[in-house]
């Protein structure tokens, strides 16, 4: 197919890496994003080298790259602080890192830069009231009374997708999954030189993200799924690591600035029926929102995001790329989604416990594989 005129609903990471890869091949991309201030919050993410290879794929590895720092390996913790495994990562890219850490606003700065270099056109402060799919087109209504009339429509807007609500309203949605995650950002010590999980009911992973920073993640019970006021944030977090191994206490002593504790429920949801109606698709956390125990959340976008492009330059007609689309990812976004759900279930002893260290080498080797 050419000259596709597509709107994207959402302005995080997959629909960004959507709007890159449509504009490779020549399609014109809108992308509207609810939050007029396209805020993000300011602690990390990990990319590991199935996304640094997407990135490739999308070319803006270079800024990618230089946005965090690289690391080769995921070393393995007992609760009381012994290590137990380091396990090498994968490196998919010769002259790059198997793994990133990097700042999720300095993330948002190399994609939203890269989509806009690119020629997508973007609208802040914007939601979709109503989409009127005729088999030829989409017409769609903007929160601000305007319209727009395009060949097709992607719902990129998060677990909580206001587009899965409209086209598919009996689809499953996100369930709560007993457990939340506290992160933090701290100043990185000299010899982190991996990715640091601790195992345990309170999970902890210590994650580079620059030469001289990095955050820490927190996985805790969280039953009846409380919600924390923000005064007192900062000593909520410190009480959650108080059994912890005596390093991450040591750490815990860091953690005084209740604006700068980001704490989140987990859920976890997988539409297991199809990932579009009409000429309106979804893609990554609208149709497979997974915990982050594998941290494969924003690399699954982001593989969405290549997939999708490729098969609408590929197929013949629009209904007919979203179906090879979900072929494709499908299986990939499932493994993730419920590799990830089992690790928090073992964590919260509601299911087996989860062997971190072989659930993180079977999750590099699969996703190594091509996409």
């Not at 609810?34 to 590991?48: A, H, K, L, N, T």
């Not at 007192?232 to 504790?261: F, H, N, W, Y």
Request: proline share 6%; aromatic share 6%.
């Amino acid at each position: 197919m050419q000259d596709l005129d597509i709107l994207i609903i959402g302005g995080g990471i997959g629909g960004l890496t959507s709007a890159i890869a449509l504009r490779q091949r020549g399609f014109s991309v809108t992308v509207i994003e609810r939050d007029p201030d396209w805020s993000v919050y300011g602690v990390g993410i990990i990319q590991q080298g199935n996304v640094l290879r997407a990135a490739e794929t999308l070319g803006i590895l270079s800024g990618y790259a230089a946005a965090g720092v690289g690391f080769d390996a995921v070393a393995v913790y007992a609760p009381n602080g012994t290590m137990v495994a380091r396990v090498p990562s994968p490196r998919l890219l010769p002259d790059y890192p198997a793994n990133l850490g990097v700042g999720r606003r300095q993330l948002q700065k190399v994609l939203a830069d890269s989509a806009r270099d690119a020629g997508t056109a973007i609208r802040l402060g914007l939601t979709v009231s109503a989409i009127e799919d005729d088999g030829a087109a989409v017409q769609v209504t903007f929160s601000d009374g305007s319209t727009g009339r395009y060949d097709l429509v992607i719902g990129a807007d998060g677990v909580y997708s206001q587009t899965r609500a409209m086209i598919l309203p009996e689809a499953e949605q996100p369930q709560f999954t007993g457990q939340a995650v506290w992160r933090y950002n701290l100043p990185r010590p000299a010899d982190l030189d991996a990715l640091n999980v601790y195992n345990g009911p309170t999970g902890v992973g210590l994650v580079p993200i620059s030469d001289d920073l990095m955050y820490i993640y927190v996985t805790t019970p969280e039953p009846g799924n409380p919600r924390y006021p923000r005064d007192g944030l900062a000593a909520a977090m410190r009480s959650k690591m108080a059994g912890c191994a005596p390093a991450i206490q040591a750490l815990a002593e860091q953690i005084t600035d209740d604006d700068g504790v980001v704490y989140r429920p987990l859920e976890g949801m997988l539409v297991e029926g199809p990932w579009h109606s009409g000429r309106v698709v979804l893609l990554g956390d609208a149709v497979h929102a997974t915990t982050p125990h594998l941290g494969q959340g924003a690399g699954m976008a982001i593989e969405d995001s290549i997939v999708l492009a490729e098969e609408l330059a590929r197929q013949e007609t629009v209904p007919e790329a979203f179906a090879a689309y979900r072929e494709r990812r499908f299986e990939r976004c499932a493994y993730i989604v419920r590799s990830s759900l089992a690790i928090c279930m073992g964590q919260l002893g509601k299911g087996p416990p989860v062997d971190n260290a072989q659930a993180t080498a079977d999750m590099f080797a699969l996703t190594a594989q091509p996409i």
